[in-house]
C-alpha cells in the first residue's frame, strides 16, 4: 500500500513565502517523477510544477517565482513558493508516479490536498 501525503499549506499574505512538502511513503520500488497540482474553486485542476529524474517543469503562471525539488531517498518532493499571489489560492496537491515492485507498471497516487490562500 502506498501513501502520499503533503503539507505546509497555510495563510500568507502576498509577496510572502510558503513551503510545501510531499513525502510519499509504503511499499514503493521507485518514483519516476512527482508533480504539484493545484485547484481553485471553480476552476479544473492544473499542473504547477513536476521533477523527473533529470528534468524539471513549470506552469508559466508560476516560473521564475516556484522552485520544485526533490529528496529521491525519502520519496520527498518540496515546492518553495515565492513572491505569491491572491491568484496562487488554492488547494494543492500532490502526484507522485510510483512503481510499487521492480516489473510492474508505474501507477499514479495523489495526495489529500493542502490549502494554500494568498491574502492581498
Known amino acids: 500500500q502506498v501513501q502520499v501525503v503533503e503539507s505546509g499549506g497555510g495563510l500568507v499574505q502576498a509577496g510572502g513565502s510558503l513551503r510545501l512538502s510531499c513525502q510519499a511513503s509504503?511499499?514503493?520500488?521507485?518514483?519516476?517523477?512527482m508533480g504539484w497540482y493545484r485547484q481553485a474553486p471553480g476552476k479544473q485542476r492544473e499542473l504547477v510544477a513536476g521533477?523527473?529524474?533529470?528534468?524539471?517543469a513549470y506552469a508559466e503562471s508560476v516560473e521564475g517565482r516556484f522552485t520544485v525539488s526533490r529528496d529521491s531517498g525519502k520519496n520527498t518532493a518540496y515546492l518553495q513558493m515565492n513572491i505569491l499571489k491572491p491568484e496562487d489560492t488554492a488547494v494543492y496537491y500532490c502526484?507522485?508516479?510510483?512503481?510499487?515492485?521492480?516489473?510492474?507498471?508505474?501507477?499514479?497516487?495523489w495526495g489529500q490536498g493542502t490549502q494554500v490562500s494568498v491574502s492581498s
Open positions: 502526484n507522485a508516479q510510483i512503481i510499487t515492485h521492480i516489473g510492474t507498471s508505474v501507477r499514479t497516487y
Open positions: 509504503g511499499t514503493i520500488y521507485s518514483v519516476p517523477s
Open positions: 521533477i523527473g529524474r533529470d528534468n524539471v
